[in-house]
């Protein structure tokens, strides 16, 4: 629980997304747009989030995320769409407060 924030490159930016998380829910806001998501936690490691308002069919299908490791207030994760493992993605997220 907290907020966090998470870079990656797109296009050869660097784009950052800020969220906070509860133990049910993300709100995200990434380029000016707020979104959010609820969470369901399969382990302590392990969760699934979905679009509560999915604005394509895209955004309708969710994303487990699986955090690899963790160091001081970062941690390592994969994520994919559900059932498509096979592109999944690592990225690191760090904790801001």
């Given amino acids: ?10 296009n050869g930016e660097i784009k950052t997304s800020y969220f906070s998380r509860t133990e049910d829910l993300e709100i995200e806001t990434y380029e000016g747009k707020i979104d959010s998501a609820s969470i369901r936690w399969v382990n302590d490691c392990e969760c699934i989030l979905t679009k509560l308002n999915p604005k394509s069919n895209q955004d309708k299908r969710p994303v487990q995320i699986k955090i690899l490791s963790t ?6 994760f994969e994520y994919s769409l559900v059932g498509k493992s096979d592109n999944k993605q690592r990225g690191t997220i760090k904790k801001i407060k």
């Fill in 1 to 10: 629980m907290g907020s966090f924030e998470f870079s990656t490159l797109i």
């Fill in 71 to 76: 160091e001081g207030n970062a941690y390592t």
